[in-house]
């Protein structure tokens, strides 16, 4: 496995500097920011998952600096998780599992805000559902965007207007882990009317 990653390394080098060698200098100066921002959260998230609670909100605050300062010199800046989203400036939080939460200003503003999810040890893998669709398996998924950035780390697009399960938890007043009816419980609640239950749980 260890040589396997070595030689993925290698050859995704070489296909960036062919990539280098035959791009503009345009395309070559965004692939350069988009890299120089992805180094730097990763370095947010590791610094956060090292740091101890009481110290957490101190090393946010240098490092929202560090970021703020990141796009005050590049202005702007592609996301690596879809080419075709610009962002100017970003703000971030943790959540209980430690990801950076981050909220970037699209500059296209008709738009609005990009908000992603950056993990440094993601390990979901969206290949389950091709490989469930090819047993005949349809588990009505919707997919959203990811991208792997390194190993055990990528960015991930947040579905809009979600409740975690974290939230459920706190609101249904458990102590202890989920009960198997707890989620069956929160629906009925904001969906009284069976008709409203049954079309959002379908």
Request: proline fraction near 4%.
């Amino acid at each position: 496995m260890g040589l396997d990653e070595v030689n993925f390394k290698i050859w995704c080098q070489k296909l960036l500097a062919a990539l280098q060698f035959c791009a503009g200098k345009t395309l070559n100066n965004e692939l350069s920011k988009e890299g120089k921002l992805i180094r730097i959260l990763e370095d947010v998230a590791k610094k956060l998952k090292a740091a101890s609670d009481p110290k957490r909100r101190e090393v946010l605050k240098v490092e929202l600096n560090r970021l703020q300062q990141f796009f005050q010199e590049v202005k702007v800046c592609q996301l690596p998780l879809n080419p075709h989203l610009l962002s100017k400036s970003c703000s971030y939080f943790m959540s209980n599992a430690l990801p950076l939460k981050i909220s970037f200003i699209n500059a296209n503003a008709p738009s609005g805000n990009i908000n992603v999810i950056f993990n440094v040890c993601s390990s979901s893998d969206p290949q389950f559902l091709f490989i469930w669709l090819q047993e005949g398996l349809d588990m009505q998924m919707i997919i959203y965007k990811c991208l792997s950035t390194g190993k055990g780390q990528g960015l991930v697009q947040m579905v809009p207007d979600a409740t975690t399960l974290a939230k459920i938890h706190r609101e249904s007043g458990l102590i202890e882990p989920l009960k198997e009816n707890t989620i069956k419980k929160w629906f009925h609640h904001h969906h009284p009317l069976e008709s409203s239950y049954q079309e959002v749980t379908l």
